[in-house]
């Protein structure tokens, strides 16, 4: 079945950095659009970033300059590159797939396939 598996979180400290990565699997539709949303406690799902079939790669500006959003196709696997990190990027991060192109930087809703998360903690 279509699935996407995340991993690579963990607890770092402010300044550090971590790779998230989400495989996706049994997908029978092309992913025009990829993205890296994040939820904290108490608050809305987010876009992080976002990334297309031509590799055109959208930020929230809280993340822009710090993080960095990739896909290796051949792998079938959505990176996002997390450098900078800050307490306020403590938070559950999750991939999501979607097959509508256009402009993927998108809300939620916009996306039909998600992964089950991984979670970041940032400490002070």
């Known amino acids: 079945q279509v699935q996407l598996v995340e991993s690579g979180g963990g607890s770092v400290q402010a300044g550090g950095s971590l790779r998230l990565s989400c495989a996706a699997s049994?997908?029978?539709?092309?992913?025009?659009?990829m993205a890296w949303f994040r939820q904290a406690p108490g608050k809305e799902r987010e876009n992080v970033a976002t990334?297309?079939?031509?590799?055109?790669?959208r930020y929230a500006n809280s993340v822009r300059d710090r993080f960095t959003i990739s896909q290796d196709n051949a792998k079938n696997t959505l990176y996002l590159q997390m450098n900078s990190l800050k307490p306020e990027d403590s938070a559950m991060y999750y991939c999501?797939?979607?097959?509508?192109?256009?402009?993927?930087?998108?809300?939620?809703?916009?996306?039909?396939?998600w992964g089950q998360g991984t979670q970041v903690t940032v400490s002070s």
């Open positions: 049994g997908f029978t539709y092309i992913r025009a659009c």
């Open positions: 990334i297309g079939l031509r590799d055109i790669a």
């Open positions: 999501a797939a979607s097959h509508v192109s256009g402009n993927c930087y998108r809300p939620p809703g916009g996306y039909a396939t």
